[in-house]
């Protein structure tokens, strides 16, 4: 995604102003939680121009608000169970353990 750094006495890389906007534009894209796949397109149209690019970006964008909504219901999911075992847990009133039954396979 990026070219090539020079070398400035033979060790160290020399980035120009482009570079850190790139390594920045990268590093941001990352945080977002966007694939590498996702980020060469991104930045591909980030150096184009018109309605097309707006429409593909919208649909990159778009797709993974999916991907990401679809996370967060797991992660949900997930706290609902573990708290339900933990209050289970909490109430003392099963001989076995509740999370140990979640992860068996049985119901709260």
């Known amino acids: 995604m990026l070219p090539k750094p020079r070398r400035s006495a033979g060790r160290y890389r020399r980035y120009d102003a482009d570079d850190v906007g790139r390594l920045r534009f990268i590093r941001r894209a990352r945080q977002l939680g966007f694939t590498l796949d996702e980020i060469r397109a991104l930045m591909r149209l980030a150096t184009a121009d018109g309605e097309e690019v707006r429409a593909e970006a919208r649909e990159l964008a778009s797709g993974h608000l999916t991907e990401v909504r679809a996370k967060i219901a797991d992660l949900q999911a997930m706290e609902r169970i573990l708290t339900g075992a933990i209050q289970e847990c ?19």
């Open 90 to 108: 909490d109430a003392g009133q099963r001989p076995s353990c509740p999370l140990i039954d979640v992860l068996s396979g049985e119901s709260l």
